[in-house]
């Protein structure tokens, strides 16, 4: 597509349930970026995935997340037994990064509210 | 890690002036610095960005200069519109220049 899309754009859920998060990044863009981005704060790196390579998922907050994505391309960001400090906008970019980084193409994000 | 900071966390100027925000960073390894734009309710879009091996890149409106020696780095918008009011981000490469650490961002109000 012509852009990154991500998928729902709002999900309100109750806590303790399990939500997924979708991310289709441009096409040929090689790295995929999942961030989360709290009420006035920046953006909080959760995790990295270039290529074929083992993501880097150094930014994940908790192992109740967990990311991966399916034959190099579309990617889930999945949070099971959600807190309510889970509520947040999620969201993904991709990058083409061949020769070093590139500038990323960021989605409109997931807005996740845990009540 | 790589720590981005930037200020002044709001701005407000009139319609007409100019608007500069300053980002510095950590990391000396770092050598790519994007500004992102972020409007309400949308994802933040790239607007402009700087190597390392460039002191000043300018676009219309928009310039980014990078001080590599001091590490920091600025945002300069002129002539400033309404449509520049926005939220805007500063980031750095870091991490093997894999992956982009950003600021917290900067909300800027233009006054018609």
């Known amino acids: 597509g012509a852009g990154v899309s991500q998928s729902p754009s709002n999900k309100v859920t109750e806590k303790g349930k399990d939500v997924e998060l979708r991310c289709d990044p441009i096409s040929g863009h090689t790295a995929l970026y999942w961030y989360r981005q709290s009420l006035g704060q920046g953006l909080e790196f959760l995790i990295y995935f270039q290529g074929n390579s083992a993501p880097d998922k150094s930014g994940l907050p908790s192992d109740r997340f967990s990311a991966e994505r399916t034959g190099g391309s579309v990617s889930t960001l999945t949070i099971q037994r959600t807190q309510q400090e889970d509520s947040a906008v999620y969201l993904c970019?991709?990058?083409?990064?061949?020769?070093?980084?590139?500038?990323?193409?960021f989605g409109s994000g997931t807005r996740l509210t845990v009540v | 890690g790589e720590n981005v900071e930037q200020h002044p966390s709001t701005l407000s100027v009139q319609e007409g002036d100019s608007a500069v925000i300053k980002c510095t960073y950590s990391?000396?390894?770092?050598?790519?610095f994007p500004w992102y734009k972020q409007e309400l309710g949308k994802g933040p879009q790239l607007i402009i960005d700087i190597r390392s091996n460039v002191g000043e890149k300018k676009d219309q409106r928009i310039a980014v200069t990078l001080n590599k020696t001091a590490k920091h780095f600025s945002l300069h918008i002129t002539e400033t519109q309404p449509e520049d009011s926005a939220v805007y981000f500063c980031a750095a490469s870091y991490a093997g220049n894999n992956r982009l650490a950003f600021g917290k961002g900067n909300q800027v109000v233009v006054i018609p």
């Open positions: 990391d000396s390894a770092s050598n790519y």
């Open positions: 970019a991709s990058s083409k990064n061949g020769q070093g980084i590139s500038g990323y193409t």
